[in-house]
T-cell receptor, first 120, second 115 residues
Framework: GAGVSQSPSNKVTEKGKDVELRCDPI?????LYWYRQSLGQGLEFLIY????????KSGLPSDRFSAERTGGSVSTLTIQRTQQEDSAVYLC??????????????????FGPGTRLTVT | DQQVKQNSPSLSVQEGRISILNCDYT??????FLWYKKYPAEGPTFLIS?????DKNEDGRFTVFLNKSAKHLSLHIVPSQPGDSAVYFC??????????????FGKGTKLTVNP
């Protein structure tokens, strides 16, 4: 079975341009997450989709960032008017969450290889 | 403010010895903790997790210990192998907060296992 895939693997763009990053989660996974890792930093949460619920956008750093998930599967992260500080590796993850969770329900998020974004 | 802290940016151990990676957290709402391993140019790979109802979880050479009173967890790798050389991230989530299950990550510890 295929894992989480992301495209492109690398993206170089000029400051001020818009970019779109794509994530294909593992088939059947209901939850999808976007994170980013800036140089020398840990992974920073951006946004989370779970089924038909409203997404948790609390990690988006500015209104230049948006994401959508079409048909409960593929997700696109869009960054408008890119800035140099947006340069990072953008990672997508998916997981399979049960409707009812208990402390015994262990789960993990499976990550894609990431998209390295460089804004010049 | 960092809610998950990995205070050692790097660790070097000899093959066959024990590797101990440490992680501290500040948010008492965290109830689920995970360790991820990351090789260069790859996404993080899940290694092992522990729920707050446990204080130890073991999987082969990997054991995670949780000390809730100290808000501290550690990952033990025994015996360490050169292939274990990678960056290890500690992560935590508050699954019972009623919100999303986003993971909060530490900055990582780069482990080098020398042959």
């Amino acid at each position: 079975g295929a894992g989480v895939s992301q495209s492109p693997s690398n993206k170089v763009t000029e400051k001020g341009k818009d970019v779109e990053l794509r994530c294909d989660p593992i088939s059947g996974h209901t939850a999808l997450y976007w994170y980013r890792q800036s140089l020398g930093q840990g992974l920073e949460f951006l946004i989370y989709f779970q089924g038909n619920s409203a997404p948790d956008k609390s990690g988006l750093p500015s209104d230049r960032f948006s994401a959508e998930r079409t048909g409960g599967s593929v997700s696109t992260l869009t960054i408008q008017r890119t800035q140099q500080e947006d340069s990072a590796v953008y990672l997508c993850a998916s997981s399979s969450l049960l409707g009812q969770k208990t402390p015994k329900d262990d789960y993990e998020q499976y990550f894609g290889p990431g998209t390295r974004l460089t804004v010049t | 403010d960092q809610q998950v802290k990995q205070n050692s940016p790097s660790l070097s151990v000899q093959e066959g010895r024990i590797s101990i990676l440490n992680c501290d957290y500040t948010n008492s709402m965290f109830d689920y903790f995970l360790w991820y391993k990351k090789y260069p140019a790859e996404g993080p790979t899940f290694l092992i997790s522990i729920s707050s109802i446990k204080d130890k979880n073991e999987d082969g050479r990997f054991t995670v210990f949780l000390n809730k009173s100290a808000k501290h967890l550690s990952l033990h790798i025994v015996p360490s192998q050169p292939g274990d050389s990678a960056v290890y991230f500690c992560a935590a989530s508050a699954r019972w907060e009623g919100g999303s299950e986003k993971l909060v990550f530490g900055k990582g510890t780069k482990l080098t296992v020398n042959p």
